[in-house]
């Protein structure tokens, strides 16, 4: 069995606390960019945020509308199950 190896990112939490996370995907959406990051310590622990591009350089930010969110996370779905990993 041949390991995977990931991007890792550590983000700080609303309370200052540092987490690592994986990226497991980074992709396209109307325009915008979109990574969806998964828990080193809870791999059952998975979520999408925005990628924000300004000049200072990108940064990740939270969706705020839920069905945004939805659409994101259920196009991702599609994809993986369109084109497995082997």
């Known amino acids: 069995m041949s390991e995977v ?3 890792k990112i550590v983000v700080k939490d609303e309370n200052g606390d540092e987490k690592e996370f ?3 995907a980074l992709f396209d959406m ?3 960019t ?4 998964r828990s080193e310590q ?3 622990d998975a979520f999408v945020m925005q ?3 300004t000049e200072d350089g990108q940064y990740l930010t939270g969706i705020k509308n839920p069905s945004e969110r939805d659409m994101v996370l259920d196009a991702y779905e599609i994809a ?3 084109n497995p990993a082997e």
């Open 51 to 53: 990628v924000e591009n």
């Open 30 to 32: 109307k325009e915008k």
């Open 42 to 44: 809870d791999q059952n």
């Open 5 to 7: 190896y990931r991007d």
């Open 34 to 37: 979109y990574a969806l990051l």
């Open 80 to 82: 993986v199950d369109a």
């Open 22 to 24: 994986s990226i497991e």
